[in-house]
């Protein structure tokens, strides 16, 4: 399993594959932080994201993983690939909002973001 950057040819197979792309467009690949994994051809997971206006944060937007291979290190390889390449252009940290959902709160504590104010969003320092 390797990642990869995301091109707009891949926007068919993720929207067929995965519920969070489904309203995703191709405008969507034109960030710098569209990232895809594949197993054997088959794309198995992707993580979109994006930076603040003030482009000092990171802002992770969609992150799905096929069931069959969860639990395998997808989604914390994908976002440490997200980390590095925000790292290479200063940033100081990333950011995620989303429903919440017992097991989403364990894994984003589990690879290092901390809740603020609120269950609904986290920040990852970039170290």
């Known amino acids: 399993m390797e990642i990869r950057k995301g ?3 891949d926007l068919k197979a993720l929207q067929k594959s995965f519920i ?3 309203d995703m467009s191709v405008c969507s690949f034109n960030s710098n932080y569209m990232y895809i994994v594949e197993d054997k ?3 198995i997971a992707f993580l979109y994201g994006d930076k603040t206006e003030n482009s000092c944060a990171g802002i992770l937007l969609e992150l799905e993983v096929l069931q069959s291979y969860r639990n395998k290190k997808v989604a914390t390889n ?5 980390e590095e ?4 252009e200063n940033c100081s940290g990333i950011l ?3 429903s919440f959902n017992e097991n989403l709160y364990q ?3 589990k690879v290092g973001f901390k809740s ?5 969003a986290g920040l990852k320092e970039i170290e």
């Not at 390449?85 to 290479?88: N, P, R």
């Open 7 to 9: 091109i707009a040819t």
């Open 20 to 22: 969070r792309a489904k």
């Open 41 to 43: 051809g088959k794309i």
């Open 78 to 82: 994908l976002i440490k690939k997200f």
């Open 85 to 88: 390449d925000l790292k290479q």
């Open 96 to 98: 995620v909002f989303y």
């Open 107 to 109: 894994f984003y504590n």
């Open 116 to 120: 603020g104010d609120t269950l609904l």
